[in-house]
């Protein structure tokens, strides 16, 4: 429904309360507007009909989607004052606790948990999509020995696109599962790859007996074909809890990457690997990283008032605190530090969780950090834990693209199912120079006017 002019600037009241209407007065022209509100938003493009004049209209302006909502989505609700994270409606806790990975997976592209026959399907389909093209190790084998994991991930990402050219179909609902399954069953083969390469040790490739996350310790662990490797129990369960909790995040930055290159109507692999892409900062999956860094440095706990004293004085800052959505603590926190103790059961305590429980301690009963509402996220203990497990620093952006992977499929499928979503094409403010024009001997340049070539209509693409 457009907005519409109306004179009262105060929305009239109904039976039941106020009415779904924003009342907005442009005082540069004295109109007013009752633009409609539905699910607690308002169209942007109901602001365009706002005009002082001969001017386009009223954008919003804002930078980095702080209060924009890019699409209506059914798959993951966060409320980030009161600490909560639901996908598809169910809490992340009760799903970290009685559900597989893969079960979740399921849930987030499909809309519901799998019926028995159906999970049995979707783990046959899953388990037996594994195995990499022999081409695709050879592609793999083309990047330097220090290559880093996560710009292999990229790249490879990308490269199986070419491999399932079948993929470009996107409107055939057949195709679009088809690729999903295969993207979830081939990135942890994909990541395992990335690490034996980096290490300079040969491929091994999966297991169809073993598990989704025995069958990744597998590949990233055991020595060769010809020795026995079987992964401890324990840390394949606590991989597949914490492979749960980072399934999906709303539109977060890798997301909507994935949203936006999927609405070009790239293949999926393209489109996630550009999501891989974004995973690739240091401001979204290599922060884990970075927690691990600090507290490598601080090095024990008696060093933790030296470091809470530096970020009070700016003079660094204090990472895995803090959220963009989470004002409160984060829900996937709260989880890890519990599967934490399960890992060290099993792998001997790592010193850092003393450093880290201390740090949390100190800052949670601070004022200064209780007024900026910081508390530890995610990357807070996920990186102690995969330290823990053995995996080097710069396999954390890769550990984190596995699990992410269904997400971004779950975001991409349902953009493509959106009639209202189009090609993504954000609008700038303009704040360059005016028009302007050339000096040619001291004259400015003649000005072309514009042709009057007559041309048979047709439907224009859609501008970039």
Not at 106 to 119: A, C, D, E, M, T
Not at 257 to 272: E, F, K, T
Not at 284 to 294: D, I, L, S
Request: proline share 7%; with cysteine.
């Amino acid at each position: 429904m457009p907005a519409s002019k109306t004179k009262p600037a105060v929305p009239e009241p109904t039976a039941t309360g106020p009415s779904n209407f924003l009342s907005v007065t442009d005082e540069r022209t004295g109109t007013s507007y009752r633009i409609p509100i539905q699910d607690g938003s308002i169209r942007a493009t109901d602001l365009h009909q706002m005009r002082a004049g001969s001017d386009y209209g009223l954008l919003s302006y804002d930078p980095s989607f702080a209060n924009t909502a890019s699409c209506r989505s059914a798959i993951t609700f966060i409320d980030g004052d009161r600490g909560i994270l639901r996908y598809r409606g169910y809490p992340i806790e009760e799903l970290a606790a009685s559900k597989s990975y893969l079960e979740v997976a399921y849930l987030l592209i499909h809309g519901n948990l799998p019926s028995k026959s159906q999970l049995s399907e979707w783990l046959h389909n899953i388990t037996f999509h594994t195995m990499l093209h022999e081409n695709v190790q050879k592609f793999m084998d083309g990047f330097h020995h220090d290559a880093h994991p996560m710009g292999m991930m990229v790249s490879t990402l990308a490269a199986l696109s070419t491999f399932y050219p079948d993929a470009k179909n996107i409107t055939d609902e057949h195709v679009r599962y088809q690729q999903a399954y295969r993207l979830i069953a081939k990135v942890p083969t994909v990541a395992a790859f990335a690490h034996r390469h980096s290490v300079g040790m040969p491929y091994i490739h999966p297991s169809n007996d073993l598990s989704y996350t025995e069958n990744f310790l597998a590949m990233m662990y055991r020595p060769s074909w010809t020795t026995q490797y079987t992964p401890d129990p324990v840390l394949a369960k606590a991989l597949d809890t914490l492979f749960v909790l980072h399934a999906d995040h709303e539109q977060n930055c890798s997301s909507n990457a994935m949203r936006a290159v999927g609405s070009s109507h790239a293949d999926p692999y393209s489109s996630a690997a550009a999501a891989a892409a974004a995973l690739y900062g240091p401001l979204h999956g290599g922060a884990n990283e970075q927690v691990v860094r600090m507290l490598q440095e601080v090095g024990s706990k008696e060093r933790v008032p030296q470091l809470i004293r530096q970020v009070k004085e700016g003079k660094r800052l204090l990472m895995g605190f803090g959220h963009r959505i989470y004002k409160n603590y984060d829900p996937r926190a709260r989880l890890i530090q519990q599967t934490a103790e399960e890992v060290f059961a099993v792998t001997g305590r790592n010193p850092l969780i003393d450093v880290a429980l201390a740090l949390e301690n100190v800052a949670l009963s601070d004022e200064y950090f209780i007024q900026r509402r910081l508390y530890p996220n995610v990357d807070f203990y996920s990186g102690i834990i995969y330290q823990a497990m053995g995996f080097p620093t710069d396999m954390f952006p890769v550990l984190f693209a596995i699990p992410r992977m269904a997400g971004w499929l779950a975001q991409w499928i349902e953009m493509i199912q959106d009639p209202e979503q189009k090609i993504a094409r954000p609008r700038q403010v303009y704040i360059g120079p005016p028009e302007r024009h050339l000096e040619i001997s001291g004259a400015k340049a003649p000005v072309r006017k514009p042709s009057r070539t007559v041309v048979a209509k047709r439907r224009a693409p859609e501008p970039s």
